[in-house]
């Protein structure tokens, strides 16, 4: 009679029994051993920082410039900041000089690139990488996700490995949604707001924090990971719309008498965010603590014409090769006249929506032909300012055009 050769089931006595050369195994004894292996490949991480080859800033820098165009200035913020949390985490021990976070602030317009920044840098690290939005965040007790469900999506990033968790980075983008409601503190519950940033700063400057394995609420009866987040760095990125008439109150307020005109007169009043500073986070609603704890401050420029020309075509993953790869995969060639891509860059200006922007316009003049083309089998495509202007025309576009 047939039996597993591991536990010695009859066929009967099992749901499935699967024959082997000179043997037989049960379905138990299959999901007994997946599960052994699971827990096997856990322990053998792939985020092991003694095999990381160090990349210096300027190294970091020119591999986002493959995929970011412009931001320059954050750009090196950031490799700045990712080098040194890889020479933080290889420190020695015994080392008697104890080096510091550098957590860091991305303020920046909507579309100017802060969260594709992340996602590019996510690609060449070692270590484990997440992005949450802060949007959704509220205070333990309330409708919404705790706090510690930020260390749950890392600790799935690295795959349960608590030890590579706890090196690794975490972008909270929509920082700024976060900000406090009322000028003044503690007035009435800001469960979404003040609340959510005084549950960050334990994790922001080190903490060990029990956290539910597979996200959700704290229950007395589910275990627990104790996550010590002392080597996690932490990225924040959030549009903070509004800030300019904040930093150009203070610009004014500042100055007085003959010099201070001298001083107005070089301030660029067309990109603000530059001369941002720690108090203007302050004055726009993030509290004093979370400031300290977010050492670095750095801006993301408004994306100006020539730059949203760029972005259409130079990137590695831009727009216009997308799309061409998309048609390629169905056989079609696709090339666009310059003076589309002059049309499209124009209409992303007009409509204030930077780099998304493009993608929107795109995907308004590409949508009939992605819906015809593949049934047709047309061997070349190619769109023209004529077809794109008739396309947008075409398209319910009224609300865009009245921004």
């Known amino acids: 009679m047939d039996k597993c050769s591991f536990c010695g089931r ?33 322990k053998k991480s792939s985020f092991d920082m003694k095999e990381v080859k160090l990349l210096k800033p300027a190294e970091i820098k020119k591999f986002l410039d493959q995929y970011v165009i412009g931001q320059d200035q954050a750009k090196k913020y950031l490799s700045v900041a990712v080098y040194n949390h890889y020479k933080r985490l290889t420190q020695p021990s015994a080392d008697e000089v104890e080096i510091e976070k550098s957590n860091i602030v991305l303020v920046g317009e909507t579309g100017t690139g802060k969260t594709l920044l992340a996602r590019t840098i996510a690609r060449m690290l070692h270590v484990p990488f997440t ?9 333990a007790g309330y409708v919404g996700e705790d706090i510690e469900s930020i260390l749950t999506r890392l600790l799935q990033a690295a795959d349960y490995n608590v030890e590579a968790a706890q090196k690794g980075i975490v972008f909270i983008d929509e920082i700024d949604k976060i900000a406090r409601k009322g000028d003044n503190p503690s007035i009435t519950r800001d469960v979404s707001g003040e609340g959510v940033q005084q549950g960050l700063l334990k994790l922001l400057e080190g903490a060990v924090v029990n956290v539910p394995p597979q996200g959700g609420r704290k ?16 990225i924040c990125g ?11 109150q203070r610009l004014n307020t500042r100055v007085v008498g003959y010099s201070a005109s001298q001083q107005r007169d070089a301030v660029d009043p067309t990109n603000l965010l530059q001369y941002i500073s720690p108090q203007d986070l302050k ?24 730059t949203l020309r760029l972005i259409l075509t130079e990137p590695k993953n831009s727009i216009v090769r997308q799309y061409k790869k998309l048609f390629e995969m169905d056989k079609i060639e696709l090339t666009f006249t310059e003076e589309v891509l002059e049309y499209i860059v124009d ?16 995907e308004t003049i590409m949508m009939d032909y992605m819906f015809e083309s593949p049934g047709k089998h047309k061997g070349k495509l190619e769109i023209t300012l004529d077809l794109a202007k008739g396309k947008l025309e075409k398209a319910n576009i009224g609300l865009l055009k009245a921004g």
């Open 283 to 306: 004055s726009f609603g993030l509290i004093p603590e979370i400031i300290g704890r977010l050492p670095i401050l750095t801006y993301l420029n408004p994306l100006d014409r020539s």
């Open 10 to 42: 009859s066929r009967k006595d099992t749901n499935l029994l699967i024959a082997g050369v000179s043997g037989h195994i049960c379905d138990s004894c299959i999901e007994q051993a997946h599960g052994i292996l699971e827990e096997e490949f856990k």
């Open 131 to 139: 992005i949450v939005d802060a949007t959704v965040l509220t205070e």
């Open 238 to 248: 959030g549009a903070f719309d509004g800030i300019e008439r904040k930093i150009g």
């Open 219 to 234: 229950h007395p009866d589910q275990k627990m990971i104790a996550v010590d987040t002392k080597n996690v760095l932490f």
């Open 347 to 362: 209409k992303a200006v007009e409509f204030k929506l930077g780099a998304r922007g493009l993608r929107s316009i795109c």
